[in-house]
DNA sequence: CCGCCTCGAGTTCT
DNA sequence: CTCGAGGCGG
């Protein structure tokens, strides 16, 4: 699509502006500020390339948005600039590259502090006492926002041993994410705006007409940089320490070196560490120490060049819903996904997000063509958090027919699902194959998301048994399918024949039985032939195994069509028994194990394997019932849940001498 | 009957 | 990873 530049350059002022309008005077930006980066540097990239369009008027040609017109406006004394922006180390180590450039040496230091998400905050002091306190507005001219400064318990009021006449120290005002959550809770309780972030609700707060109203919000400030003053420091760490001295708080996060390649591994480190710290901390600031050093590199138009911010991606993004297609499991759930336009969040492109069910959308409001919020924060698995504008027209209904085999869909009266309710569809079919082959059940190498389903639309397989009777020549015959991958899979199925029961049962997929009571069963009963001759008291005597499990693995058993698929899969040569548990020790007897974080040299799996070898209990949740957690690099939330109930903590080194193994034996 | 502890099931991207 | 729900102890 080729649009005029000059309208494009025309439309992305106006889009800037609107959110600029969003952001600075209503405190509600719908856009994430990576979003919102990429928007500028468009624009900035195609004024560059189209001189002839370039205007004064340009967002491009100002720091940031309006000052709004409630609060009386303050002329900063010395402008406030913001910082540019790098997201990766490339982007810091050609900002490092420019400075060494300009400095004629790379061996300059830096430091490194973490940069808070607030609002920023520029305050006046004459001889010491605070008299005037101003948002940053465009950078030039801000709000006179004193009345509500003042009731910031972290700013001074009157320091001792300060300059005399005029400094400007600025910094960022900002909420705890605690008191965040206290505060929500309480504009719940009254029916108010809930906040979305920290620093919406620090700019909520100092934007309020009544002062009283922002006392009562524990609001923060930490010092970062000044404006105009005689400073007694040579240095941005001599600056920091006068600034403690006159009892301002600073970032309690600093690095001192003149090495990028510590900063930048400062910066990996921290993006685990910034979320157990009390504030919201988006990334980090880098700025040149020496003064003599700043004033050589100078400024531009917009920024220093002495400082950039080292921000961490956004992990909520805005995007537009393109389309909801229908997808069908294994089971015959109809579950409605959103296709949305491809986005960057959380380091990856998300260009799917499921909506679960029907009332999920309900509950969104959405419909085709809407503008949303996502987000992947800490999960996996991208999330439809709010509509932020609705564009669509189009309802998203139930499909009456099945997507896949066209036959009407059932819908659940109670649970009010929907459903294909025809085992021979099929997605289904696919569903039921891809469990089969996948890597917890009979784990076979070579049978992708891709081959199933050639293999189903191709109608070389509609049951398991028929995966065995796959030749090579009908192998041959698949896309990109040659001798090499052919006796690949081939040998892949020949090696699931051997699989014990346990992974046997899991594969069949039947309701309720997972890996977990699969072994269970398998364990107890031994045999296939065993399991299928057992009643349902049978079934429920075993630990674990009530009434619903015990009722589903009955029916399964005695359902015509899976008795004719087990009697081939016997013929073919399956495994239809469970090996005898191998016990190396008991040193574990009684305990449970849970096992989180990526270890090296072996996989969870085989890690929970030999924790049971040795006795133990293994579970994929931690609680007051864990002995230990065995926590390798990369370890998540269950390793902070097993500091919040004081569970031990072990590492895998630690692990595997207790059990007596230097190196894992698999 | 309630609450805790688990497991099962669905799901995304590289 | 999270949600929903089965199993089970109190």
């Not at 420019?98 to 940069?115: G, N, Q, T, V, Y």
């Not at 006046?124 to 507005?137: D, E, F, M, P, V």
């Not at 999920?360 to 698995?381: C, F, H, P």
């Amino acid at each position: 699509m080729s649009v005029n530049p000059a309208e494009e350059i025309a439309n992305l002022r106006k889009e800037i502006e609107y959110h600029n309008h969003l952001y600075y005077d209503l405190d509600n930006p719908v856009l994430s500020d990576t979003q919102y980066d990429e928007l500028y540097k468009k624009l900035k990239d195609l004024e560059a390339q189209y001189p002839q369009f370039a205007s004064a008027d340009s967002p491009t040609q100002k720091v940031g948005g309006m000052a709004s017109s409630s609060f009386a406006p303050v002329v900063h004394a010395t402008p406030m600039m913001s910082l540019d922006n790098s997201y990766n180390a490339d982007e810091v180590r050609a900002w490092h590259e420019r400075c060494a450039k300009i400095l004629s040496s790379d061996s300059f230091e830096m430091i490194l502090e973490a940069k808070i998400d607030g609002v920023s905050c520029s305050l006046t002091y004459i001889n010491g006492i605070l008299t005037t306190a101003a948002s940053r507005g465009d950078g030039k001219t801000g709000e006179d926002i004193t009345a509500n400064v003042l009731t910031v318990q972290d700013i001074p009021h009157r320091l001792t041993g300060a300059p005399e006449g005029l400094m400007e120290i600025r910094g960022e005002i900002y909420l705890d994410k605690k008191d965040l959550a206290a505060l929500n809770e309480k504009q719940a309780a009254n029916n108010q705006i809930i906040f979305a972030n920290t620093r919406n609700a620090a700019a909520g707060s100092l934007r309020q007409k009544d002062p009283a109203i922002t006392k009562q919000r524990p609001l923060k400030f930490f010092a970062h940089s000044f404006g105009s003053g005689a400073i007694a420091a040579d240095s941005f760490q001599g600056f920091i320490d006068l600034c403690q001295k006159w009892g301002f708080h600073v970032s309690p996060v600093r690095l001192r070196t003149g090495s990028i390649a510590e900063i930048i591994r400062f910066y990996n480190d921290f993006n685990d560490k910034r979320h157990d710290l009390p504030f919201d901390a988006d990334g980090l600031v880098i700025k040149v120490n020496s003064f003599a050093q700043q004033q050589i590199l100078g400024v531009t138009a917009k920024s220093p060049r002495w400082a950039i911010a080292f921000k961490y991606p956004a992990e909520q993004a805005t995007t537009t819903v393109n389309n909801v297609i229908f997808s069908v499991g294994r089971s015959g759930v109809i579950t409605p996904v959103a296709q949305v336009q491809p986005v960057a969040c959380a380091g990856v492109t998300i260009s799917n997000a499921t909506l679960h069910n029907f009332d999920e959308i309900k509950r969104l409001g959405l419909r085709v063509g809407d503008k949303i919020i996502l987000e992947r924060a800490g999960e996996v698995i991208p999330k439809i958090i709010k509509v932020v504008e609705h564009l669509g027209t189009q309802d998203i209904v139930p499909p009456a027919q099945c997507p896949s085999c066209g036959r009407p869909v059932y819908k659940a009266e109670e649970e009010g699902g929907y459903y294909c309710i025809h085992p021979s569809c099929p997605a289904q079919i696919k569903g039921r194959i891809l469990h089969y082959a996948s890597r917890g059940a009979m784990d076979i190498d070579g049978m992708g998301e891709a081959v199933v389903d050639e293999l189903v639309d191709r109608q070389f397989v509609t049951n398991f048994s028929d995966l065995y009777n796959l030749t090579f020549f009908h192998l041959l015959s698949l896309e990109n399918f040659k001798e090499k991958k052919s006796q690949n899979l081939l040998d892949g199925l020949e090696a699931s024949k051997k699989r014990p029961l346990s992974r046997l049962l899991f594969a069949l997929g039947i309701a309720f039985v997972g890996a977990k009571t699969a072994e269970v069963l398998a364990d107890h009963f031994h045999t296939l032939d065993n399991l299928m001759k057992a009643t349902t008291q049978d079934l429920q005597a075993i630990p674990d195994v009530g009434a619903a499990v015990s009722q589903s693995v009955y029916d399964f058993f005695h359902d015509p069509a899976v008795l004719q698929q087990i009697e081939q899969l016997r013929q073919i040569g399956l495994n239809f028994t469970q090996p005898q548990k191998q016990i190396s020790s008991r040193v574990l007897e009684g305990k449970t194990v849970v096992f989180t974080g990526e270890m090296e040299g072996f996989t969870r799996t085989q890690a929970e394997q030999l924790a049971r070898q040795h006795g133990a209990k293994t579970s994929g949740s931690v609680s007051a019932k864990t002995s230990f957690v065995v926590a390798a690099k990369a370890a998540g939330s269950k390793l902070k849940k097993a500091q919040e109930l004081g569970v031990q903590i072990l590492t895998p080194q630690e692990f595997l001498k207790l059990i007596g193994e230097d190196k894992p034996s698999l």
